[in-house]
């Protein structure tokens, strides 16, 4: 019954200390933080070219252009509800007739190109109005640059090849349908300098300036395991659950007390049962030792349901090679420092655990590192007494389910009864 008890009060202070958290924030919900590896999106579009070669930033005064149709592929990733970066390549007049009409009414080849960009993504609605998950529609601004290779193949003007500097901007609109599909629309320009310096750059003759459209689709791949197994635990701490948790919570805290005065009983009847052992071995020289034995195992025994390591209910998770604890994880480590702080008797154990994806002597230090990382984290910023907090690592010795599943890359906690 104690231990039942001293689990559930753990459980329960733990969710109040998490739901408490987030019970602060009156505001608008914020977007969850996640790994490197989450809400990667690959992608294509084709491209509406209408290419303007040799000739300035405007279209007033080209030397010739001409309007052709191209493809591009891109990987991109949410960064926060208002920002997403993506890395593209384009070849934006891949087919139609690469011929141009010039300002001597004349038809001369148009330059080739391919080109490839970092971009950054600006959702103005979603800034404008908070992270929803259940928004469909974005509305953006996108700008980036990167670099262009440029080729002409009719000798009659001129015969080169390059690779210079590509800058590209636009505005955007994107609708999600399901979970993971996307479709959009963007319009913009690539400006193509002629090397890499800027005094080249920005001078009048660009190779060429593009006025794009572009439609396409991306397939976003949504969380890593790891991710889904953090969003599932704090699924669990709502705003709806507070006054629930909080009234269990001192109930429990009562029982716990009563149960606390039962723990010093039990330890003070140890200690009469070993006087009671000594007494029994000084006889026992005398050539009986039954009594002894048999009181001896009773001490075992109590000693065995005393001296038991109580888990808490959750682990702190990481990604692969990973034993800093990640930022969105820090709020279990916080709690567990305010059970400690609210109990100046108690003393843990900090257990660090690796998967299966490396050797056992290089996951054996990782889960180290974890433990220990944890252990630096209570004592140095959460003022935890050193001495309350031991470490141990297991490396990849014990898994749960599938050896590569996420739960095992964990820091877990024990209580520890002196």
């Known amino acids: 019954m104690l231990k039942k008890l001293i689990k559930m009060g753990v459980v329960m202070s733990v969710m109040l200390a998490s739901v408490n958290a987030f019970a602060q924030n009156t505001g608008k919900p914020e977007y969850p933080r996640y790994g490197f590896w989450s809400n990667w999106s690959i992608g294509g579009a084709i491209d509406l070219n209408d290419q303007a070669a040799m000739g300035g930033f405007s279209f007033g005064d080209n030397w010739r252009k001409s309007t052709n149709i191209g493809l591009e592929i891109f990987a991109q990733q949410k960064l926060n509800h208002a920002f997403d970066w993506r890395i593209r390549f384009a070849f934006p007049n891949l087919w139609a007739p690469l011929t141009g009409t010039a300002n001597d009414g004349n038809n001369y080849k148009m330059d080739r190109h391919a080109t490839l960009t970092l971009d950054i993504l600006f959702s103005l609605n979603n800034a404008i109005k908070g992270y929803d998950p259940d928004r469909r529609f974005n509305f953006y601004i996108y700008a980036g640059g990167g670099l262009g290779l440029s080729f002409n193949p009719d000798e009659s ?20 349908f399901g979970e993971s599909h996307h479709i959009f629309g963007e319009y ?10 800027p005094s080249t750059f920005f001078s009048k003759d660009l190779h060429h300036t593009n006025r794009i459209f572009r439609i396409g689709y991306y ?34 805290e009562r029982q716990v007390n009563t149960s606390r005065g039962n ?21 026992g020289k005398g050539g009986n030792s039954a009594a002894a034995d048999s009181l001896q195992a009773v001490i ?15 682990s702190v998770l990481y990604g692969v090679d990973q034993w800093r604890v990640p930022e969105e994880e820090e709020i279990k480590v916080k709690a567990v420092a305010r059970v400690l702080k609210d109990n100046s008797d108690v003393k843990i154990l900090v257990v660090g655990f690796a998967d299966y994806t490396g050797s056992d002597k290089y996951n054996m230090k990782l889960s180290e ?45 024990y209580r520890v009864i002196d």
């Open 300 to 314: 075992d025994q109590i000693k065995a349901d005393q001296l038991n390591f109580y888990a808490m209910p959750f």
């Open 157 to 176: 003007i001129v015969d080169y090849e390059t690779v210079g500097i590509t800058l590209d901007g636009g505005i955007g609109a994107s609708y999600r």
């Open 188 to 197: 913009g320009y690539d400006i193509n300098g002629d090397a890499p310096t």
């Open 219 to 252: 397939y976003c791949f949504g969380l890593t395991a790891t991710d889904k197994a953090v969003a599932a635990q704090k699924a669990m701490l709502t705003q709806e659950n507070f006054s629930a948790l909080n009234s269990q919570v001192n109930n429990l």
């Open 369 to 413: 590192k974890r433990a220990n990382e944890v252990k630096r984290l209570l004592v140095k910023k959460y003022g935890i007494a050193e001495d309350r907090i031991q470490t141990e690592h297991k490396g990849k010795s014990v898994a749960f389910g599938d050896i590569q599943f996420s739960l095992n890359r964990r820091v877990s906690f």
């Open 263 to 283: 723990e010093k009983k039990l330890e003070n009847r140890i200690a009469e049962l070993e006087d009671q052992l000594a007494q029994a071995l000084e006889q």
